[in-house]
């Protein structure tokens, strides 16, 4: 299992063959336990067995007819005969049918399974993944994966195996009615033109791989611009993101033109095998029917015979292209199982057992690329009900302690203690039911606010979404809204405000009700008037809750029980606010400093108020 993150351009990567893409894909076709999909797989093949018999007795019924009416004395209709014909022609187009439907079933689960298979790998890798990873190319080799599966479980059961066993019954039929050289001639022009199919298309498979790898370069360029539309917009910078785009599908362009140019030349040369296969053949019973060995009966089977292999066989080679390129695409998608899972539970880890919720950093140290440690040796003690708080400049580790407290990452020495039960010794999934946070950024769901707000606790009733909103004070923001709670927040929240996205997020871990908060620069986004309302509301909501605070503005943080002041991965200093005025420190500096920078605010402020009131 590999842990580096999946890169959509990445061509270096290795490459799965296709007996292994296969061994991927079959445990969706054939799941254990699942024994209606079993006996609908096996229903399949024995519609695809009496489909084909049906269809090369067609010519058979076909000769007998035409050899009756050929008779000088023939007298009546061969109405049999015709029959027999008209029966098998319908069977044939039958048992296919009941094949499509039997199947329906089988393909489109294993499409459900196998996306949901990838989509649950996705939500269990690491958070280093998901920072490396590129969107659009990866959401495209998932949506080409998923297409691929469909494709090559209709085209391989429906298609592949019905003509190879149609090959066998027409060779079988024309070497016992005719002679070994009628059914060598037949056999022979397939291997022939299955060899070179297989090996054009093989050859084209690069051509298909560098259109593949450019689409995703094109696909994630534009979604990314499309991410940053208001960056993109404030810049003016709309013609560079077109010339940018325009540029790799300049090379998408090349490499399709090219695939389009090898796939006329696979075609014409299908053509040509094809055509002097059915020139020899003809030829033989023509010659045959001139020394009255055969007659105008077996003229037309033949003839019919060779018809009806021309259709399958012209359609092999868009088969085989098919399933290679469904292999590529397939490859791609399956590649993502491969990454491995950074963090994972340890067997049968119990769930955290939150008693008072008291949490121990015990000399922490990690790195997210070890030439640049994070956190050196940090240890604190948050005790039951506590506000422990953290500050520090940008990239001094603040944000990475809340990571870490996540188990977004393991630490690299040291461990994390939540009532003394070591975080890696429980499960993931109960250690972040038990954590409520609110993000310095806040990315909310394409979906209503309602939504959004009952995402952290599922199920919860309106009047327990009602409440949690109003302990955020946002609740007059959405009854002024004109839908309500029923209004779309638009990709990402982009249709709130910073400082509305940041209440939903407070409204939504007020709802969760975990016994440990985390607050990273919660009211960030807030003017200074809705921030001391909100901190009074988080004041509240911490209460016999054990809380870290991430924070930039100090004067958020005056009542926390402990300060920590961490500077280039160390705690510098630690104290409450008052001890650590009286320090004189690193704290005392930046109180300082940001009490001037607020004096100067509010005087330039009221500058404006005054002149905007002459």
């Given at each position: ?33 699942d ?57 044939s ?30 939500h ?93 370069k ?8 499309l991410?940053?539309?208001e ?18 599908m ?25 055509s ?21 009966g ?11 292999l021309?259709?399958?066989?012209n ?41 008072g919720g ?27 009900g ?7 400049a ?9 990571r ?5 990452y ?19 999934d ?8 609110v ?26 979404i ?22 779309t927040v ?38 200074t ?11 509240e909501?911490s ?8 924070a ?11 300060i920590?002041v ?27 400093k ?15 108020a ?5």
């Amino acid at each position: 299992m590999r842990n580096a993150a999946f890169s959509p351009d990445a061509d270096t990567r290795r490459q799965r063959s296709d007996w292994q893409v296969i061994k991927t894909l079959l445990p969706f076709l054939w799941p254990k336990g699942d024994l209606d999909i079993k006996l609908r797989v096996v229903t399949a093949m024995a519609c695809i067995a009496l489909a084909k018999i049906a269809t090369v007795l067609i010519p058979v019924y076909l000769k007998n007819s035409v050899d009756a009416l050929s008779l000088e004395d023939t007298v009546a209709i061969p109405l049999g005969m015709i029959l027999a014909y008209g029966l098998v022609r319908f069977l044939s187009q039958f048992f296919a049918q009941i094949r499509d439907a039997v199947f329906a079933k089988v393909g489109v689960r294993a499409v459900r399974r196998s996306a949901g298979a990838v989509l649950a790998h996705l939500h269990r890798l690491s958070l280093r993944f998901h920072l490396d990873r590129r969107t659009g190319g990866l959401t495209r080799s998932i949506e080409r994966g998923m297409a691929a599966i469909d494709n090559l479980v209709s085209i391989t059961l429906f298609n592949l195996a019905p003509t190879l066993l149609e090959v066998l019954l027409v060779f079988g039929i024309l070497w016992k009615v005719f002679n070994f050289t009628f059914g060598a001639v037949a056999l022979v022009t397939v291997m022939i033109y299955v060899a070179f199919t297989v090996l054009t298309t093989e050859w084209r498979l690069k051509f298909r791989r560098e259109s593949n790898l450019l689409d995703n370069k094109a696909n994630t360029r534009a979604i990314d611009s499309l991410l940053n539309y208001e960056t993109v917009k404030t810049y003016g910078n709309e013609a560079l993101e077109l010339a940018e785009y325009d540029r790799v599908m300049e090379k998408y362009e090349t490499a399709a033109v090219r695939n389009q140019a090898s796939l006329s030349l696979l075609n014409v040369g299908q053509g040509v095998i094809i055509s002097i296969g059915a020139v020899i053949l003809m030829a033989m019973a023509a010659q045959g029917r001139i020394n009255r060995t055969m007659t105008v009966g077996d003229f037309i089977l033949v003839n019919t015979y060779m018809l009806q292999l021309a259709q399958p066989l012209n359609f092999f080679g868009f088969v085989y292209r098919n399933i290679k390129q469904a292999m590529v695409d397939l490859e791609k998608m399956f590649e993502l199982l491969d990454v491995g899972e950074e963090i994972k539970d340890k067997p049968n880890a119990p769930p955290l057992d939150i008693k008072g919720g008291e949490i121990r950093f015990e000399n922490v140290s990690f790195a997210y690329d070890p030439r640049r440690p994070i956190l050196k040796d940090v240890s604190f003690t948050a005790a039951p009900g506590q506000m422990i708080a953290f500050v520090g400049a940008t990239g001094s580790g603040k944000s990475t302690v809340g990571r870490l407290l996540f188990r977004y990452y393991d630490v690299n020495t040291g461990r994390i203690v939540i009532d003394g039960q070591d975080i890696r010794d429980v499960t993931q999934d109960s250690l972040r039911r038990s954590i409520g946070i609110v993000p310095q950024d806040t990315v909310l769901f394409n979906d209503t606010i309602r939504y959004n707000l009952a995402y952290a606790k599922i199920g919860a009733s309106d009047d327990e979404i009602a409440k949690a909103a109003q302990l955020a004070h946002i609740d007059d923001f959405i009854a002024s809204l004109p839908d309500g709670y029923s209004t779309t927040v638009g990709e990402r929240g982009l249709k709130l405000s910073g400082g509305e996205k940041q209440r939903v997020a407070i409204a939504r871990v007020i709802l969760k009700g975990s016994p440990i908060l985390l607050f990273d620069e919660a009211t960030s986004a807030l003017d200074t008037h809705t921030e001391k309302e909100i901190q009074a509301n988080l004041r509240e909501v911490s209460v016999g809750r054990t809380t870290l605070v991430i924070a930039h503005r100090l004067s958020t943080i005056i009542d926390a029980d402990q300060i920590l002041v961490i500077d280039q991965g160390i705690i510098a200093e630690r104290g409450t606010h008052t001890e650590l005025l009286q320090k004189g420190g690193l704290y005392a500096a930046a109180w300082e400093k940001q009490q001037r920078s607020q004096a100067l605010a509010e005087e330039t402020g009221n500058g404006f108020a005054a002149k905007a009131a002459e």
